[in-house]
């Protein structure tokens, strides 16, 4: 992991953590089928409004078998673009989603409950994606195997996903400061 933020940052540019990270788990909750969620978009972090660079970074690891519907967190790749252009007013997440829905309908139906009923979510947000002001932006889920890594920039939306599968979904997610 060092070697990648080295590779992507510069090795004096990020702040080795003191302590470990959290470990994320996630059951089955019978009855409840797997989809795209409503709530919980978030952002770890924002950007310089400078340089471009995030103010830290966010690095999943999966520490058992994660398959597709199995938990894993859901990230909107290309999100720090539109965040970075409209989302810098404010850290609170609820302003960010209020105001980014409000300029853009596929966002807004992202994270707004009964606002598109038959829609097909699956499709809409993880194979389709959608261009906003020249922006291409999809759902990606994590998922992998024991011991691969992610490393998200903490200024891109994501939320906690559910859990479709018998396996438990378990992570290490931990922050890291870009400086
Ligand atoms: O539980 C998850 O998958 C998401 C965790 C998360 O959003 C975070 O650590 O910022």
Same mark, same amino acid.
């Given at each position: 992991?060092?070697? @990648?933020?080295?590779?992507?940052?510069?090795?004096q /540019?990020?702040?080795?953590? &003191?302590?470990?990270?959290?470990?994320l788990?996630?059951? $089955?909750?019978?009855?409840?089928?797997w989809?795209?969620?409503?709530?919980?978009?978030?952002?770890?972090?924002? @950007?310089?409004?400078?340089? *471009?660079?995030p103010?830290?970074?966010? =690095?999943?690891? =999966?520490?058992?078998?994660?398959?597709?519907?199995?938990?894993?967190?859901?990230? &909107?790749?290309?999100?720090?673009?539109?965040?970075?252009?409209?989302?810098?007013?404010?850290?609170?997440?609820?302003?960010? /989603?209020?105001? &980014?829905?409000?300029?853009?309908?596929?966002?807004?139906? &992202?994270?707004?409950?009964?606002?598109?009923?038959?829609?097909? /979510? $699956?499709? /809409?947000?993880?194979?389709? *994606?959608?261009?906003?002001?020249?922006?291409?932006?999809?759902?990606?889920?994590?998922?992998?195997e024991?011991?691969?890594?992610?490393?998200?920039? +903490?200024? =891109?939306?994501?939320?906690? @996903?559910?859990?479709?599968?018998?396996?438990?979904?378990?992570?290490?997610?931990? +922050?890291?400061?870009?400086?």
């Amino acid at each position: 992991m060092p070697l @990648a933020l080295d590779e992507l940052y510069g090795p004096q /540019r990020w702040q080795r953590p &003191l302590r470990g990270g959290g470990v994320l788990v996630t059951f $089955r909750v019978p009855g409840q089928p797997w989809d795209v969620p409503h709530r919980g978009w978030h952002s770890d972090g924002r @950007a310089d409004p400078t340089s *471009g660079e995030p103010s830290q970074v966010t =690095i999943f690891t =999966i520490l058992a078998p994660l398959r597709p519907r199995g938990g894993g967190t859901l990230v &909107l790749t290309g999100s720090h673009h539109l965040l970075r252009h409209h989302g810098r007013e404010t850290d609170n997440a609820k302003a960010i /989603r209020k105001g &980014l829905g409000a300029r853009y309908p596929w966002l807004h139906d &992202l994270w707004s409950e009964n606002t598109s009923p038959g829609i097909d /979510r $699956r499709k /809409r947000y993880l194979d389709e *994606g959608a261009v906003l002001d020249g922006m291409p932006l999809r759902l990606v889920e994590l998922i992998g195997e024991p011991r691969d890594a992610f490393v998200m920039r +903490g200024d =891109i939306l994501h939320t906690p @996903a559910p859990n479709g599968l018998d396996d438990p979904r378990i992570m290490l997610v931990k +922050g890291c400061p870009i400086i």
